[in-house]
């Protein structure tokens, strides 16, 4: 099994990248696993400028960026299963991963049919990682479940959008110090679960 694994943290061996290595180890206690951590904010991924090459419109052509992201998204069909984790950013996810959601849309094939005229009549997006597993992580600062209720929507919200099948969920609260979740035996649990759900699940 091919487990790709995004750290949207700036923060290697925190509290995100610390979930994130338990799901690993779940999926790791189920089946043998090929294991590809990327630390987002260390890949040469430039940000997305809304060229607009996705759309409809233009056709589903080639992002003009010439970056890391290619390899990456090559690598993702091939991939079996997803983590995304990403620290509580200003009650959204981080600006690294929110960059790299953009930059997955070529993942995204559009189709589109048109009248004799030139109209579009029908169009859909087909993504290429359709049905691969994924687990999301997020990690926060305070106490409340309510501070992270945007970052769960959209990490969900475009799950949806590349039709992926979300397996499980992993969320930490309190984490305000570095590497405190690693203290939070619950917590660290959960993530082990989830992580065996993913190799698991069919």
Not at 122 to 145: H, L, N, Y
């Amino acid at each position: 099994m091919k487990i790709m694994a995004f750290v949207g943290s700036p923060r290697k061996g925190s509290n995100t990248d610390i979930l994130i290595d338990k799901v690993i180890e779940g999926a790791q206690s189920k089946t043998d696993v090929a294991v590809e951590k990327i630390y987002l904010y260390d890949a040469n991924i430039k940000f997305c400028t809304a060229c607009g090459a996705h759309t409809v419109l233009q056709g589903s052509k080639e992002c003009p960026l010439d970056d890391d992201m290619k390899g990456i998204l090559a690598r993702m069909e091939q991939a079996d299963a997803f983590i995304f984790g990403s620290p509580n950013h200003g009650r959204t996810i981080s600006a690294a991963l929110t960059n790299f959601i953009a930059r997955m849309m070529p993942l995204l094939k559009m189709y589109v049919e048109r009248d004799a005229q030139g109209t579009i009549i029908f169009a859909e997006a087909r993504p290429t990682i359709k049905g691969k597993r994924t687990v999301i992580v997020v990690s926060q600062g305070d106490p409340w479940p309510s501070s992270s209720a945007l970052a769960l929507k959209i990490l969900d919200d475009n799950i949806k959008d590349f039709q992926l099948r979300k397996t499980g969920e992993v969320f930490s609260m309190g984490n305000i110090q570095r590497a405190a979740v690693k203290d939070k035996k619950e917590d660290l649990d959960w993530a082990f679960a989830m992580g065996a759900r993913l190799a698991s699940v069919r």
